[in-house]
């Protein structure tokens, strides 16, 4: 089989009262890649769960080559070749990549002869233009190795029909290209049919041919890649011409006094190993202060310590206090974060969102008096929060399950940026957020900083780094490498230290 | 343990299915049991419509029979509040049968040296004593998986053997009353200490404590900001670390008090049933606690109801031995069935919640 042809006709479907998906079609040429673009909670991703069988829309049907058609689990697609990674991983952290991508097959022999299957595995993967280790536990892999094993596991399946629901979004650009370009090229080969959901213009224009864009579960704009204007696609996501972007508040020069200071922190990764070590950093008052570098270098685990989320050495001292992140220092020295991956790391899954909402100031007033919560009170605020940062949910009890996965980032984005924030972390805050909310949250942790707040931003993304720091730190092999004022920052430079190069 | 079923946000309980389920699926299980039980029963050649008869009778059936019911509730009540604690923190604590004897023991050699003292001052402290005896017993447990990474499950279970051993060790030495012959006990609590009886119910006073404490627990749980933090930290712990919650603290406190509710129940049966703590308290009430609270899905008030219902099968166990002839553990062979269907019903709610999503 070769790469297939695959159309939705007329996709409806509902979540209770909310309709995800209105009448949406959709073809997905033989040996394209099809862009799919939309607002944070449009129905991206509901209409390529729809393609794998994962939901059973109300209406509409599914032809594969011309042929209908119905898709009741993810085995039928399965068995048309179709396969899905996900907007979160899903390989089995205890297990190697190759474990992990043997046992996913579908017909699993009683019994593996590993050595067979290994060698199988390494012929797939000799013709990657990348490199994935086979041999390495999953929970010891990078967010973008993990990605690049998710995007082998599919290929290894001998799946035809690729859905990459926001692929790129832990991928360093130069790994965004490497995997979407290996696609791209398995496509012009004829061997792949893909579907790209991606927030990033440039992906799209880059590795796409057609693209749909989604509003409010409905198509509104199909064609060529090539005959569609940035500005036109804009337009077409949030139903209105694009006002240029906004302009962000003058920078005010950082006051002298230094909010956050780190000494000499070590810290271990997951595998025991020193992956934070001797680390030493000053943020001050009225400053964001970036920390550039490949994702996997230490950054995820300094955040963590600093939240409070991983044991620590060394001292971090936030406005002259030492903090160990316990609820009274928070309040007090105003401590707030926005760690990635925001479902995981930042909301429980078994609460509602009003409850999420309000995780920061549960016990406090208004929410609670004495020890007696005031649900009521709980109620109303989760209401303006979600008012206010254009949260989309079912309802303000919905679990955080049912948000789309940029509007779990906004309410994120709502608890902690209402606080009285003095010092904010903020990890790669805008992976996953649509070009309006990125603007928005941009603007909204500028406005913290204007207002006094100190800015620690971790980011992957260069570009989004130099536009809104004040100063950059470059992290490599777990240590600050490189320093240097933003407005004097040159990307080479800054780029050969990411690479853990020593400067020319 | 990844998941408990039945611990929802209360407030917050979606109105539609997902609330619906969770009260019908556990009425499925003891019908799907009762079934089950029925066709166990008829291989004995007994009428399973007799046998239903005799057991409502015998549980429910005259005031002789509803202070037998509720005077097992009692305990029962307790340890499930010992699961369903726990539960909200994300652990799953079986171990209440050792949090129980050793509370029992507590309770019962704790007044021993104040003979002829103040009824009510003593009767505190044994309470006081069987739960600070069973929240210690717990705790070890929570201690072990917080600081040591050892899953609470299992732990507490091979605990609650080492309780009961502890429990015959002291018993049938260092504390034996030299007089018990036959049944080895410790010295009986002056008889000027038992908990008296509730006019008007003719059950002990324990009853009342069950019921004050399920009650508290309710409260507790649904209304204030420390049941709000420890669904936060039962739903996450890098989340509840994040917004600055003890994690630590917030599990062990929780399992400490869990303790302490399987430590009073031990100690209501000295201090209302027994009169001195001997085997007669190992009776395995701590593992009817782990079906209470999994059948009331973990809510403290539900709890209650489901304890009725099992004390009155309990209670109901003598009469069909009489009647029928039916062996003695043939309520444990019902109540085990349900435990079974309740578990099944789990695993199938799941696989409905995951249905309705699609
Ligand atoms: N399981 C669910 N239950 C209820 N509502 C849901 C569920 N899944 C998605 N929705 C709703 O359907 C709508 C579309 O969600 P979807 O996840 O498809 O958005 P998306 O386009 O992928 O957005 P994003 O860019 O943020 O990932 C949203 O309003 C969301 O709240
Ligand atoms: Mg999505």
Known sequence: MTAPQVELLNMTKRFGANLALNNVSLLIRSGTVHALLGENGAGKSTLVKCLVGFYHPENGHIQVNGREHRLNSPKDADALGIGMVYQHFTLVPSMTVAQNLVVSGARLPAYINWQSELKRLTEVTKKLPFHVPLDVRVSQLSAGEKQKAEIVKQLYLGRKLLILDEPTSVLTPAEADEVLGYVRSLTRAGELSAVLISHKFHEVRRYADDVTVLRRGASVRTGAVADLSDDALAEAMIGEPVSKMVQHAPKSPPKPNIVLSIKDLCVNGDNGLPAVKDLSLAVREGEIAGIAGVSGNGQLELVEAMMGQRDRNGTITVSGSSFNGTRKEIARLGVYGLPQEPLKNACIDRMSLAENLALRNFDRAPLCRGIAMNYGALAVQAERLVAQFRVKAPGLTASMNALSGGNVQRAVLARELTQDVRLLIASNPTFGLDFVACEETYRRIVEARNGGAAVLLISEDLDELLGLVDRVLVMSAGRIVHEVLADCADKRVIGKYMAGMKAA | ?358
């Not at chain 2, 001195?276 to 009331?296: C, H, K």
Request: with cysteine; aromatic share 6%; hydrophobic share 55%.
């Open chain 2, 1 to 358: 343990m990844s998941s408990i079923s039945g611990i929802e946000s209360p407030p917050s309980n979606p109105p539609g299915t997902a609330a619906q389920l969770s009260v019908a699926l556990p009425v499925l299980a003891v019908l799907l049991a009762s079934a089950v039980f029925a066709a166990f029963v008829a291989l004995y050649g007994q009428n399973p419509f007799t046998v239903f008869g005799l057991i409502v009778q015998g549980g429910f059936g005259s005031s002789f029979a509803w202070q037998d019911t509720l005077s097992r509730a009692a305990p029962l009540i307790l340890v499930g509040l010992a699961v369903a604690i726990p539960a909200q923190a994300g652990l799953v604590i079986i171990g209440g049968e050792g949090a129980l004897v050793l509370g029992g023991l507590a309770g019962a050699v704790v007044t021993l040296p104040f003979a002829g003292a103040h009824a009510l001052p003593m009767q505190v402290i044994m309470l006081v004593a069987g739960a600070l005896a069973g929240g210690l017993w717990f705790g070890l447990a929570s201690l072990l998986r917080q600081y040591r990474g050892v899953n609470e499950t299992i732990s507490s279970l091979l605990l609650s053997y080492i309780g009961i051993a502890i429990f015959h060790h002291l018993t049938e030495g260092l504390l034996r009353d030299p007089a018990s012959l036959d049944k080895p006990s410790t010295h009986p609590i002056d008889p000027s200490y038992m908990l008296p009886v509730l006019p008007g119910v003719g059950v002990h006073a324990g009853l009342a404590v069950s019921l004050a404490l399920a009650i508290i627990a309710h409260v507790v749980l649904r209304y204030t900001r420390w049941g709000f933090a420890l669904r936060v930290v039962g739903g996450s712990a890098r989340v509840a670390r994040m917004v600055g919650l003890a994690v630590n603290r917030w599990v062990i406190g929780a399992t400490f008090v869990a303790g302490g509710m399987a430590g009073v129940a031990g100690a209501i049966e000295v201090a209302a049933v027994q009169g001195t703590a001997n085997s007669s308290l190992i009776v395995g009430y701590g593992y009817s606690g782990i079906l209470v609270a999994f059948l009331a899905r973990h809510q403290p008030l539900a709890i209650v109801a489901v304890a009725l219902l099992i004390g009155g099968m309990q209670a109901s166990a003598s009469l069909l031995q009489r009647r029928l002839e039916l062996p003695d553990a043939t309520m444990l062979v019902f109540q085990g069935l349900i435990f079974v269907c309740v578990l099944v019903a789990d695993a199938i709610a799941q696989q409905l919640r995951e249905n309705t999503r699609r």
